[in-house]
């Protein structure tokens, strides 16, 4: 069996390996109850996390849909952004992966002599890694478009006003 | 580190009475004057607590609002989650002591999938913490009410008709009270939860473990005086007349198991007052429960309320801007030529 | 920003789970980001002369830099502050003695939900001040210390203070929770009036406030521009609806004052709601007048002091008696009434003029018998009555392009308990409505992450983090049933929703519930209409 078809035939567990590894760059404590919960809705991130890794997985194996990629990637990227983590921080969920894989398959790939095939399947998680590397920057975007649009909004009407003064300053040097 | 150093706070006292009362032979002290005092700490401590908190006043009604406000004659009123009058308030304050209402209240929301494998939400309730706590506080009640019988003679004919529906069961000799396996399952399970639950145990203090191990203690004590040393309960309850009668003769053929219990009841009554156990007394007090939702209806007084802080005046807003509001058109109090 | 790590700490960080830390223990992080900036001097000082007692040690300050330029005596004054609220408030001293930490809160927080940080779990952050309590004031806690969870203060937990007591919306949702309705929302209010005394503050609070108190509003802006501001929105009315409104400002003898907040006439998209009152008080002929004076209804007195909120509040009285108004009509705000509900005659009552009375709905005769004593009506109540007795001429297809769902504001849910009258209102104005799901919705409805004072830009990403619950079920419903609308009765949930949307459930649009009835009203003797309050053409228009 190549390693894309035992990815395959052991993805789940492998999606929950690698959401486990992902909350392990999050506080002890915090790990401890995101784990036990998967609510959607009392437990967002630990869901998002999950939810995540188990729609990754066949992406990468099947490697022909980047759009689905960038979805799924988005959901749990959209969060890093926004939690107290550097940059690297926040996007090294994608490296883990990584890890997992050496883990669980070199031993017995170079035992084979297959490791080739795990470095051919680690250019995807780089590309992976691009890829999210673009998400977090528009997250980030996102956030700095945020605040000024809330300021702009906040003020909207005193803009207009301060506009019909100028208006106003305006006609009366005409005269 | 903190359940560990409670546990042995514990089995400190268990020690204490064992070699107090029974190497050292001070059995009076264990039986008459350690209990009585404790007691006496216990009420007055209580008491002191209560008025300690009843003399600061409530200032605000902060009512936590948990449905529908009385509103529109045509919209019905939540009256028990939102109460608006004194009748509904107590009924909210019912269900609140007695059934534990606002824990019940605990649900979560989980992502469930139907046959064709869609995901639906769905609604589970989370009311492990809820069942433990009525288990362990109605188990602590019956046992505690099961006991006066040991204080009174003739025994009144409601506890004497408690003690026989506890033990209904029948099995074992002595037959086993049904209020001992609530507790005992209570007290554990919530013990197992401060243990299991990582965000539980990361708030979790000595004051949260010792009371739970004292209470476990107490508990193991007695059903070990009951159920395997099977001690004379006719000397106990002369122990106990001597204290409720203050005749106090000196106790005879009594296990040491006795003391143990009895001690280890004498330091839960006095740190009773001085810890979180004081919810007791306090969840009636609680202002954003025993409060209705109505001052919008009728006034409310508090009592420190400084009439002396006023909003800053008309007048004086007037003053800062009279003449951009003259040149408005803004009707003005005094117009720009009066102020001047 | 977020510091730059190496990359073989990065590795330890993932690779290493770090050693439980008792919580007292963990470092403060005050990297920039995790604060809003400090209140600046000049609003400090003017709030100190208007309300003596309140505030202290205004100074220019950076909470990032090690020194805060605390007073020498800083300690004692807020041991003493400590000590004096445990005296004035039950609530105060009884949540500091009776919690179990049975942990039934520690996940109802949103900032906990979203962030993971244990210390905004309810319980913590209120162990953040019990901690201090048992230390300083019980004898066990001094002698037993950090065993019994005591400890005293210093200029960490100051910090540690200013870092998660303002990381707390006062929504009260773990308030709901709790077996002893212990309510977090108290304690932070406690834990901010001291943190005021010396000094230790936030700008996006004190400016507002010390606005509001010289100009009526949060913005400062004076009467004059106050006046030009509603005419825009009557010229752009007449643009909508062919029909000029008459709005009157600070005149007196009409039977109605209305407040609502400042928001709604200076923010995009309150202006909308706005305009949706002043069309449907035109529809119904409402004797009413606005005042530039009090135009605010909002009050973030309520996020700093109650001797401050108060001193706001008593504006609404004076005003309502100067003009000689019956009584008050209120608009969409969240907090605004929790304080007119909570506190509002408690506090100023004695303020109310013998001209005022319970106030009746003068189109259909409603006594409004729930207002009796403050005589001041929320305007979803008051447009609930108007629909059911069939008095607002309404023409749903104006908004049938919308699929919207409601959001509860904190305040309006568990300070008042004002679920259905919103909700019969939007019923009766769009005809697709979807709720989003039961555990995040009425008395449990999760915070839009920027309430008390906390919807300033700078710190975003707490915000955001904070929004997650929210935009979550958001998303659900949006993924669904095609939601595209959040309606809302809160000017801070217009302003902050929109990020919170934009970031978690991209494509809905934030309206106040009266835009809605805006677009649906048709007035006597306007125009057929062509576009929406927000001049987007309305549905079927759009080819023109």
């Known amino acids: ?175 | 580190m903190k359940a560990i150093f409670s546990l042995l706070m514990v089995l400190a006292l268990v020690v204490i009475a064992t070699v107090g009362a029974g190497a050292a032979k001070m059995q009076t002290i264990f039986a008459y004057c350690i209990p009585g005092t404790a007691f006496v700490i216990f009420l007055v401590g209580f008491v002191c607590k209560i008025i300690s908190w009843a003399k600061s006043p409530v200032p605000f009604r902060i009512p936590t609002t948990g449905g529908q406000q009385q509103s529109l004659d045509w919209i019905p009123q939540n009256k028990w989650d939102n109460p608006s009058t004194g009748p509904q308030t107590f009924m909210r304050m019912v269900l609140e002591v007695l059934t534990f209402r606002s824990l019940f209240r605990n649900t979560k929301v989980v992502l469930k999938h139907d046959d064709g494998k869609n995901p639906i939400v769905a609604y589970v309730s989370a009311k492990w913490l809820w069942l433990f706590a009525i288990l362990f506080h109605y188990g602590f009640l019956i046992v505690a009410v099961r006991h006066l019988r040991l204080f009174l003679q003739p025994v009144p004919a409601p506890l004497a008709f408690l003690d026989w529906s506890d033990s209904v069961l029948q099995i074992l000799t002595p037959a086993i009270y049904i209020s001992d396996l609530l507790l005992l399952t209570g007290l554990t399970m919530l013990l197992a939860r401060r243990f299991i639950d990582a965000k539980v145990r990361y708030i979790s203090l000595v004051n949260d473990y010792f009371p739970l191990f004292l209470i476990l203690a107490i508990a193991l004590s007695g059903v070990y005086m009951r159920y395997i040393v099977k001690v004379d309960v006719m000397s106990i309850k002369d122990v106990a007349m001597g204290l409720a009668t203050f005749n106090f003769k000196v106790p005879a053929g009594v296990d040491v198991s006795f003391f143990v219990h009895i001690f280890l009841v004498s330091t839960l009554l006095v740190y009773f007052p001085f810890s979180k156990l004081m919810h007791m007394g306090g969840v009636f007090l609680s202002p954003t429960r025993n409060m209705p939702n109505d001052t919008r209806m009728v006034h409310y007084e508090n009592v420190w309320n400084n009439p002396a802080i006023k909003p800053h005046s008309y007048e004086a807003y007037e003053d800062d801007f009279r003449e951009p509001m003259f040149e408005a058109g803004l009707p003005l109090d005094k117009s720009p030529e009066d102020a001047a | 920003m977020a510091k730059i790590i190496k990359p073989d700490e990065m590795l330890k960080s993932i690779n290493y789970a770090p050693p439980a830390t008792d919580w007292m223990d963990l470092p403060n992080d005050l990297s920039p980001g995790r604060w809003a900036y400090p209140a600046k001097l000049e609003k400090v000082e003017y709030l100190m002369h208007e309300v003596p007692g309140v505030f202290g040690n205004p100074r220019t300050w950076n909470p990032a830099d090690p020194d805060w330029q605390l007073p020498s005596n800083w300690k004692e004054i807020v041991v003493n502050g400590f000590r004096e609220r445990l005296d004035k408030y039950r609530s105060l001293k009884l949540f500091m003695d009776i919690c179990v930490r049975c942990g039934a809160c520690a996940d109802k927080c949103h900032y906990f939900i979203g962030s993971g940080d244990p210390k905004n779990m309810p319980v913590l952050r209120a162990e953040l001040m019990r901690s201090i309590y048992r230390g300083e004031f019980t004898l066990a806690g001094k002698i037993l210390g950090k065993l019994t969870g005591a400890r005293v203060m210093e200029e960490d937990v100051l910090k540690e203070w200013f870092l998660y007591f303002y990381q707390c919306t006062e929504c009260r949702r773990c308030s709901l929770f709790c077996p002893y309705g212990i309510d977090t929302a108290e304690v932070t209010m406690m834990a901010r009036e001291l943190l005021h005394l010396v000094g230790v503050n936030i700008n996006w609070i004190l400016e507002p406030v010390a606005n509001c108190t010289r100009t009526g509003n949060h913005l400062g802006i004076q009467p004059h521009a106050f006046k030009d501001i509603v005419e825009f929105m009557v010229d752009d009315i007449e643009t909508i609806t062919g029909k000029r409104l008459n709005v009157p400002l600070n005149e007196k003898g009409h039977e109605v004052l209305f407040i609502t907040p400042s928001g709604d006439v200076f923010a995009d998209p309150g202006i909308y709601t706005f305009m949706g009152y002043l069309i449907m008080f035109d529809a119904i002929g409402l004797d009413y007048t606005l005042s530039t004076y009090a135009s605010e209804g909002g009050n973030f007195g309520l996020f700093t002091h109650s001797d401050m909120m108060k001193a706001i509040n008593g504006k609404m009285y004076s005003e309502a008696n100067r003009l000689g108004a019956k009584w008050i009509l209120g608009g969409e705000c969240g907090h605004m009434w929790r304080v007119v509900n909570q506190y509002m005659d408690t506090m100023n009552g004695n303020l109310q003029g013998p001209q005022m009375q319970t106030p009746v709905n003068p189109i259909t005769g409603t006594v409004f018998k729930n207002a009796a004593q403050t005589k001041m009506v929320h305007i979803a109540e008051f447009t609930a009555d108007l629909i059911k007795h069939g008095k607002l001429n309404l023409d749903k297809s104006r908004n049938s392009d919308i699929i919207a769902t409601w959001h509860d504001s904190c305040n309006t849910a568990r300070a008042m308990g004002m679920f259905d009258e919103p909700r019969y209102v939007l019923n009766s104005v769009v005809d697709n409505f979807h709720e989003m799901p039961e555990s995040t919705i009425r008395e449990q409805t999760f915070c839009c992450a920027g309430g008390s004072g906390l919807n300033t830009d700078e710190i975003m990403e707490i915000r955001m983090r904070g929004g997650l619950p929210r935009g979550n079920a958001l998303k659900h419903v949006v993924d669904k049933h095609g939601v595209n609308t959040m309606a809302c009765v809160c000017a801070i949930d217009r302003a902050t929703l929109i990020p919170l949307a934009d970031y978690w459930a991209p494509g809905v649009k934030i309206t106040g519930l009266h835009e809605l009835v805006g677009n649906a009203i048709i007035l006597d003797g306007e125009e057929e209409r062509t576009m929406n309050l927000r001049q987007e053409p309305l549905p079927g228009m759009e080819e023109e």
């Open chain 1, 1 to 175: 069996m190549g390693l894309i078809e035992e990815m395959a035939a052991r993805s789940e567990e492998l999606a929950q390996k690698w959401a486990d590894l992902i909350l392990g760059t999050y506080p002890v404590e915090t790990q401890a109850v995101w784990r036990n919960n998967r609510d959607q809705f009392s437990n967002p991130v630990g869901h998002s996390i999950l939810t995540a890794t188990s729609e990754l997985i066949p992406l990468l194996l099947s490697w022909n849909d980047a759009e689905a990629v960038a979805k799924a990637l988005d959901k749990l990227v959209k969060i890093r952004a926004v939690q107290d983590f550097s940059p690297s921080q926040a996007l090294s969920f994608v490296f883990v992966l990584k890890k997992l894989l050496r883990q669980e398959f070199v031993a017995q790939l170079s035992s084979k002599g297959e490791l080739e095939e795990l470095m051919r399947f680690e250019t995807r998680v780089d590309n992976l890694a691009v890829i999210a590397f673009d998400l977090y920057v528009a997250s980030r975007d996102q956030i700095a478009r945020m605040r000024v649009e809330e300021v702009k909004r906040a003020h909207t009407n005193i803009v207009r006003r301060a506009n019909l003064m100028k208006a106003d300053v305006a006609a009366h040097k005409a005269d």
